[in-house]
């Protein structure tokens, strides 16, 4: 009923936009425009539907695209972001099929930045690459510039520093080759959140200062966030008089600005510095103005930052009953914000879902057009009867291969899931050996987890059937990226033979590789403080071998309470389950040696 009521209005919409003479697609784009700068979004989302008809209409295939993605925007403002992020894909399509391959590059850009304002990173992530790629053939150095600082942005947000780092260095060479002092400023405030992120203070603080060489008068905002960077780190580093003189700079910029929020944090930084110098009339001072900017912003964590800061001024001051009462009100916020981010965790996936669902209903859509068109044709030709009977076959393996994906996809998102909970579960334990053991049970639900998505996104490959050189290579990166071991500290070498494995197979393979390089982690630096680690793969005739080993002291090694450990009875398990042999050579190192039939 609601669909039916919205295409009337679309229609009478419509009608009233040609008795107004808006009767081109250009025309129409334009005043979507108009209306979305006015916030008016249910008339621009009517305008950018009527745009996207007209232009079908033109064959103006740079304005339909860019319709859908106008549309896209404005149902991502309305809500309906699963509905909008299939706009974004329609776009996307339209500059495929069109060859408009600076425009399909953009879009990429679009469609990523949709799936990570949902926090859906891995589909961000995917898009970035798709639209990078295609830009880089083009050398399209201004959308460039803007993909390299989005894939950073993300990367930086999913605690990939390393790569997001080579990202950022991307950036940072076309913004210096094209002389975009604003981008260069704005590239080194980014790598210096970056250091300052990885623990390294004294580094992040040359590129903040870095940044600020950058940037002008005129670039307050910019300065004001420059500026607060460089308190906080000098605060972390305990340097209170340069915290105190950069905050202050921050609170100038802000002001010009009107940055409310940013001039919050920069006052409640102020009171802090002055609660730890003991300057507690300057520290009321500043938090008083706090409160006041606190309450014109909608933000639980600034909130949350507030009450701390006065609670710590409390504390400073003697006033331990007030003291403690605020900290029934911070414990509430705090769980506040991590129900919240609960809940964006499930809306995330749910969103996954639902563009899953309009995927299917508009393939469904275009399958019941095209077995009309088709029928037709066929009954002139063959017959009803013979048309049927092809029809019937060629839509059963279309929807097993469909039910098979769909199978992997949901499994991968259940997984990813689960893996979240564990993750939050491991955060919020202090025992050492629990957290231990669930994030070795996080590395074992990632391992399956991948064999799914490479399911999920296999083309042009026997259904079921996994590569193994591709798997083990992203496999044992994957845990050595996710251990927290800086790249700089750890070499991997592959030599790898093609090999395909079924996947009831592959699952206990990756479980086993798991194990050993979390075991190499674990056990296995070599005396120069590093971690080597090689993996070869070699397939003949029927038969498969794996070596895996390091150059430390690991397992095997005179260690018998290891060697009894849980993972080396895991390993045994799982090689039962797949009939494999494992052998274990202890020299200069530890090697694994796994043979089984394909």
Not at 365 to 370: A, Y
Not at 500 to 508: E, H, I, L, S
Request: charged share 25%; net charge positive.
């Amino acid at each position: 009923m609601k669909t039916v009521t919205l295409y009337f209005t679309f229609l009478l919409y419509a009608s009233q936009l040609v008795s107004q003479g808006v009767n081109t697609s250009i025309e129409c784009k334009k005043e979507g425009i108009e209306y979305y700068r006015k916030r008016d979004f249910q008339k621009a989302e009517f305008s950018f539907r009527n745009c996207i008809e007209l232009a079908k209409t033109e064959k103006d295939w740079r304005s339909l695209g860019q319709c859908y993605n106008n549309l896209g925007s404005v149902l991502f403002q309305r809500g309906s972001y699963a509905e909008g992020i299939i706009s974004y894909e329609n776009a996307t399509q339209v500059y495929s099929e069109n060859k408009l391959d600076t425009l399909l590059g953009e879009s990429y850009l679009n469609l990523g930045l949709a799936y990570k304002k949902q926090n859906i990173y891995d589909s961000a992530i995917v898009n970035f690459y798709r639209g990078i790629g295609i830009l880089e053939a083009l050398q399209v150095n201004v959308s460039l510039l803007k993909g390299y600082n989005m894939l950073a942005n993300t990367l930086r947000e999913t605690a990939s520093l390393n790569k997001a780092r080579v990202w950022y260095l991307r950036a940072l060479q076309i913004a210096q080759g094209e002389g975009n002092h604003i981008e260069i400023g704005s590239i080194y405030n980014n790598i210096g959140t970056l250091l300052k992120k990885e623990g390294k203070p004294d580094s992040a603080i040359i590129y903040y200062k870095k940044s600020l060489t950058m940037k002008t008068d005129g670039q307050s905002k910019g300065l004001g966030n420059s500026y607060f960077n460089l308190g906080e780190t000098y605060s972390t580093l305990k340097q209170i008089d340069s915290a105190i003189a950069n905050y202050q700079e921050s609170v100038k910029y802000r002001l010009i600005a009107k940055d409310n929020f940013g001039l919050a944090h920069s006052n409640l930084g102020l009171a802090r510095a002055f609660i730890t110098t003991g300057n507690l009339d300057f520290a009321r001072d500043h938090l008083g103005k706090a409160k006041t900017l606190v309450g014109s912003v909608s933000s639980k964590d600034l909130h949350l930052k507030y009450l701390e800061t006065e609670r710590d001024y409390f504390l400073s001051t003697g006033r331990y009953l007030e003291a403690g009462n605020l900290n029934d009100k911070i414990q509430q916020i705090r769980d506040e914000i991590l129900n919240k981010d609960k809940q964006d965790l499930i809306t995330s996936y749910e969103i996954q879902y639902d563009v899953q669902k309009l995927r299917e209903t508009i393939i469904s859509k275009n399958q019941v057009l095209t077995w009309a068109f088709t029928l037709a044709g066929l009954l002139f030709i063959t017959g009803i009867f013979l048309y049927r009977e092809r029809q019937k076959k060629k839509k059963a393996a279309e929807i097993i291969e469909t039910l098979f994906k769909d199978m992997h996809h949901r499994v991968k998102n259940n997984l990813s899931l689960l893996n979240g909970v564990i993750t939050f579960r491991r955060r919020a334990l202090n025992d050492i050996s629990a957290r231990s053991i669930l994030k070795d049970i996080s590395g074992q639900v990632d391992t399956i987890n991948l064999i799914h998505q490479r399911l999920y996104l296999q083309h042009g490959e026997k259904v079921g059937n996994i590569d193994l050189s591709q798997y083990l290579q992203e496999l044992v990166e994957n845990v050595f990226v996710s251990s927290g071991i800086d790249s700089g500290d750890y070499d991997l070498v592959f030599e790898l033979c093609t090999a395909q494995v079924a996947a009831d197979k592959a699952n206990p393979i990756g479980l086993i590789v798991n194990e050993v390089v979390t075991n190499t982690i674990k056990h296995g630096k070599s005396s120069d403080n590093r971690w080597y680690f090689n993996v070869n793969l070699i397939s003949k005739d029927d038969n498969i071998e794996i070596r895996m080993g390091d150059k430390g002291q690991g397992l095997g090694h005179g260690d018998n309470e290891r060697n009894e450990s849980g993972g080396v009875k895991l390993i045994e398990i799982l090689c039962g389950q797949i009939n494999a042999e494992l052998g274990l050579v202890v020299d200069k190192g530890t090697q694994y040696v796994l043979r089984f039939k394909k």
